[in-house]
C-alpha cells in the first residue's frame, strides 16, 4: 500500500510537470493541476471542470499567470473559482482592464467581479457609480483623469456626474491624441472607425505607446497617424524587442520597426521562435521584411507549414526562392490551388500564381497557360549553379519549349544524374538535359552506360563508347532523345501531355466553383471536369 502510494504520488508529480510544458489532454490532467493550484478537494475540483468544460483546453502555464495576478489582486481562491470565464481573456486584457477601473477610481471596490463586470461598468453613467458605491460620491471624474496625464489634457465639455463613463474617457483620450499627434477630424473618424477598441486601453498604457513611438523608435507623426494600430502595441514588448530580437537580416530592429511597423505588433519571444525556425529549414529571414504577413502566424503554425513545405515537392524545390516566405504565409491557399490545378493537367504554375490575388489566379486559369515563370526557373539554377546560373538560364532558353518544364521536373531529372555520379559541371555543360522527362533520360542513358560498361559498340551510333566522358555522355543522351522527335524540340514533353504544336494553351473545362472556391484557395465540394 505504501509503494502504491508513493507510485501515485510520483504520478501527479509528473503530471504537474507536463502539464506545465503543454495544455491538458483531458479533464483528469486537468484536475491535478487545478486543484493544489486553488486548494480544493480533488472531487470538486473534477465536477467544477465538468461544468465549465472550456478551462480544460487552456494552457496550465497561462493559468498559472492569470492566478498570480488575481491573488496580486487580493482575491481569494474561492473568489477566483466565482469568476471562472475570467481564465478565458487573455491576461493582458485583464490587466487592462483592472487598470482602467483603478483609473476611473475604483479603488475600494476593484475586485474580480468589477472585472469581470468591466463593460458594464464603464458604460454607465457617473452617478450610478455613485449610487452603486463604486466610485466614493464625493469624487470628481473630470478631475480623476486628469491626474491619469502626464500633460495637462482639458476637454473642452460641461461635466455633470449625468455624463457615461466610456463617453468622458473617450473626450479625454481625443483630447490627448489630438496634442500629441495633432490628430485631424478626418484621422480621428478613421481611428474610431478601424481602430475602436482604444477607447478600452488605459490612459497610462497609450501615453506609454505614443512616448515609445516618438522617443525611441523616432517615428515621424506621419508615420504613427499612417499605422494608427500602433496605438494597440505593448510597450513592454517594444521595449524588449533590441534585448530578445536586436536584428532581423542584419538589419538593427529599430530599423526594422520603423520600415515595418507591424513588426510592433507581434510579441517578441513569438518572433525570435518564428525566425529560429525559418533558420533551421535554410530560409532566408530577410523574406520577413518583404512579405510581412508571415507574421501574422503564429510560430507553431510557421513550423507545421515548413514541415510540410518539404514534404510537397512542388513547394519543396523553390525554398532557396527568394519568396518562399510568401508562399508560406499562403500555403493553405497555395496547396489547394496547386492540387486544383494539377486535376486540370497543369503542371507549371509559378510561385506567384499559387499565391497571388484571386483575379490574377482565375485569369491565369481561364487563359489556359501551362507555362512556368522565367523568375521561377532563373531562382532555380541559381540556387543549383550558383556562379554559373545565369548562364545556365540563358543556355536553358536556346530551347524553343524550355518555359512548359516546371521545376520539380527539373530537380527530379538533376536528382536521377547525380545519382549516376555526374558533375554539377558536366551536368551545366548540357543543361538542356533538364528539360526533359527523366522516363526518355533513364531509358537512353542506361543503354549508354550499359554500352560503356560492356565495351560493346553501340547499335545506333555504331561506335564503341570506352573513350566517352561523362559530359560527352549527357550530350550523346540528349541527341538521342531529339533524333527520335526528329530535332523539333517536341522530346521535352511527358507521354501523358499530347501536343500537336507548339501552343503555350492547354484545353480545360473549368469547374463552375472557380469563381468562389478555388481563386480563393478554398476546397470545393463541386467534382472538376477535365
Known amino acids: 500500500m505504501y509503494k502504491l502510494r508513493i507510485l501515485q504520488k510520483n504520478q501527479r508529480n509528473l503530471n504537474r510537470l507536463f502539464c506545465s510544458e503543454a495544455r491538458f489532454t483531458n479533464i483528469n490532467e486537468a484536475t491535478q493541476f487545478f486543484y493544489p493550484l486553488l486548494d480544493v478537494n480533488e472531487s470538486t475540483m473534477y465536477k467544477y471542470l465538468a461544468k465549465h468544460s472550456y478551462l480544460v483546453n487552456m494552457e496550465p502555464v497561462d493559468v498559472r499567470r492569470k492566478v498570480a495576478y488575481f491573488r496580486y489582486l ?232 515548413l514541415e510540410q513545405l518539404k514534404k510537397t515537392k512542388e513547394f519543396e524545390v523553390l525554398s532557396k526562392h527568394p519568396r518562399i516566405t510568401k508562399l508560406i504565409a499562403y500555403q493553405t491557399k497555395a496547396a489547394i490551388r496547386l492540387d486544383f490545378l494539377q486535376q486540370l493537367k497543369v503542371r507549371c504554375a509559378s510561385l506567384n500564381v499559387l499565391s497571388s490575388h484571386s483575379q490574377s489566379f482565375e485569369k491565369y486559369v481561364r487563359e489556359g497557360y501551362d507555362r512556368t515563370n522565367g523568375k521561377d526557373i532563373a531562382h532555380y539554377l541559381n540556387m543549383v549553379f550558383q556562379q554559373q546560373g545565369t548562364d545556365a538560364v540563358e543556355q536553358l532558353k536556346r530551347h524553343p519549349n524550355w518555359f512548359h518544364v516546371p521545376a520539380v521536373q527539373m530537380q527530379e531529372t538533376l536528382d536521377y544524374l547525380r545519382s549516376k555520379e555526374f558533375s554539377l559541371d558536366e551536368i551545366y555543360e548540357n543543361v538542356q538535359i533538364l528539360l526533359y522527362p527523366l522516363s526518355r533520360i533513364s531509358q537512353k542513358l542506361d543503354k549508354l552506360i550499359e554500352c560503356k560498361q560492356t565495351k560493346k559498340r553501340h547499335e545506333d551510333f555504331g561506335i564503341e563508347l570506352t573513350c566517352v566522358t561523362p559530359a560527352q555522355m549527357l550530350s550523346l543522351c540528349l541527341y538521342m532523345i531529339e533524333l527520335d522527335f526528329h530535332f523539333t524540340g517536341d522530346g521535352i514533353w511527358p507521354d501523358q501531355v499530347q501536343h500537336s504544336d507548339s501552343s503555350t494553351t492547354t484545353n480545360i473545362e473549368l469547374p463552375k466553383s472557380l469563381n468562389k472556391d478555388y481563386k480563393y484557395g478554398k476546397k470545393s465540394s463541386m467534382s472538376i471536369c477535365v
Open 74 to 305: 487580493n482575491a481569494t481562491n474561492d473568489e477566483i473559482l466565482e469568476q471562472p470565464m475570467l481564465f478565458s481573456l487573455h491576461l493582458i486584457t485583464i490587466e487592462n482592464r483592472s487598470t482602467i477601473l483603478r483609473e476611473c477610481g475604483l479603488v475600494e471596490s476593484l475586485n474580480l467581479v468589477a472585472i469581470s463586470k468591466y463593460i458594464t461598468i464603464i458604460r454607465q453613467q457617473i452617478k450610478a457609480l455613485k449610487n452603486n458605491k463604486l466610485i466614493p460620491i464625493d469624487l470628481n471624474m473630470m478631475d480623476q483623469l486628469k491626474k491619469q496625464f502626464d500633460t495637462e489634457v482639458n476637454p473642452n465639455i460641461n461635466y455633470s456626474d449625468e455624463m457615461h463613463l466610456q463617453t468622458l474617457r473617450e473626450l479625454f483620450l481625443n483630447a490627448f491624441l489630438r496634442e500629441r499627434l495633432k490628430l485631424t477630424d478626418e484621422e480621428f473618424k478613421k481611428l474610431w472607425k478601424s481602430y475602436s477598441k482604444i477607447k478600452h486601453k488605459s490612459f497610462g498604457h497609450t501615453q506609454r505607446v505614443v512616448d515609445i513611438l516618438q522617443h525611441n523608435l523616432k517615428l515621424t507623426r506621419e508615420k504613427i497617424v499612417g499605422n494608427l494600430y500602433l496605438l494597440h502595441s505593448d510597450p513592454e514588448n517594444l521595449l524588449r524587442y533590441p534585448e530578445v530580437v536586436p536584428t532581423i537580416a542584419g538589419m538593427d530592429i529599430k530599423e526594422v520597426m520603423v520600415k515595418q511597423p507591424k513588426v510592433m505588433m507581434v510579441p517578441c519571444d513569438k518572433l525570435k521562435q518564428l525566425l529560429g525556425h525559418l533558420r533551421e529549414f535554410g530560409i532566408d529571414e530577410a523574406g520577413v521584411l518583404k512579405y510581412s504577413t508571415i507574421l501574422t502566424l503564429s510560430p507553431n503554425t510557421v513550423l507545421a507549414r
